[in-house]
């Protein structure tokens, strides 16, 4: 199979990543006889640099052009602390999302058996937990009306959503619970805005297509509390956007490992594969940088974008044997040593071309 990839590797530790999956990405290739076309593209702060826009039209094509985009992270701390910059490596995100319509954010939250401890939850709350979030990605408050007004000193974010846009979201969260446990929740705050008294009248609605699906409507306040107290009760979670990014940044401490979280961004015209991870500034070109997450980012885009679930599995395999065997980096080290962003690579490629039983 051909598969064109469109690599957009961005900023702090994305490219280190980045071309970590790359490896493991090719070797799978080699393996199954698949042929991967990858083309660069210029995102955030380095898309700033070099032509003044974080998501330039170039980048744009490539990615029209793509059958998936594995992306790395944006961010650059010269921007934090500058709430006047005329243009931030963030906006690159959000009107890639837009443009690409990517219009759910699936961020699947497991955890690792060999790795439970690293949790700052107890053991006994977060073993078997076993979820998805899926986030609406291109409406609600990011995409809103806003503005400022009385010479300045009142300013307004406003959260709109159609009952297509939901039904989109909703209806993909029931197609994943049906190929799961089937239990889906609508993570809403309906007793106060009516934004989310759509979401849930239109997800009500929805239930007679999926009768075998289990429903539960939940405030987003309490899925915050039970997210903590006891994951494993949950499945699929649907969400509108700002709620979608803070329980999902929730969620990714359950694991234990930021460093360990894959994510993909379903679009209309192309799906988009990344760490759950930023750019983490403070350890960019240092070669220490846990690269699993991208790589399995990858992983789930060999399933996702390309139905191979083959390739998917023997990804998943060899990120396993590595964490099994201590071959890790430095923040899952413990008192171990430490490998190099580049030598856990290495490995995992090495892994993939020496792996036996696999039908090509
Ligand atoms: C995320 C990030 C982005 C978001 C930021 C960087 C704009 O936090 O992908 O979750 O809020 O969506
Ligand atoms: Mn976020």
Known sequence: ???NIALLPGDGIGP?????????????????????????????????????????????????????????????????????????????????????????????????PSLIDNSPLKRERIEGTDLIILRELTGGIYFGERGRKDGGETAFDTCTYTRDEVRRLAKLGFEMAMNRRKKLCCVDKANVLESSRLWRETVQD??????????????????????????????????????????????????????????????????????????????????????????LSAAMMFEDAFGLKKEAALIRDVVNQSLAEGLVTEDLAGNNKAYKTSEVGDWLAAQVSLATGIAA
């Open 16 to 112: 280190e990543v980045v071309e970590q999956a790359v490896k493991v990405v090719d070797a799978v290739a080699v393996k199954f006889g698949h042929q991967v076309n990858w083309t660069f593209g210029l995102t955030g702060a380095a898309a700033i640099d070099e032509v003044g826009d974080p998501y330039p039209e170039s980048t744009h094509e490539i990615c029209m052009a793509a059958d998936a985009v594995l992306f790395g992270a944006i961010g650059h701390p010269r921007y934090d602390n500058d709430p006047k910059a005329p243009v931030r490596p963030e906006q690159g995100l959000l009107k890639m999302r837009k443009k690409l319509g990517l219009f759910a954010n699936v961020r699947p939250t497991f955890t690792f």
């Open 206 to 295: 929805m239930e007679r297509e999926f009768p075998e699906v289990t429903v539960s409507y939940e405030f987003v306040d309490a899925v915050a509390m039970r997210l903590v107290q006891w994951p494993s009760s949950y499945d699929v979670l649907i969400t509108e956007n700002l709620f979608g990014d803070i329980l999902t940044d929730e969620a990714s401490v359950i694991s234990g490992s930021m460093g360990l979280m894959p994510s993909a961004s379903i679009g209309i015209h192309t799906s988009l594969f990344e760490p759950i991870h930023g750019s983490y500034p403070q350890a960019a070109g240092k070669d220490i940088a846990n690269p699993l997450a991208t790589v």
């Open 1 to 3: 199979m051909k598969l």
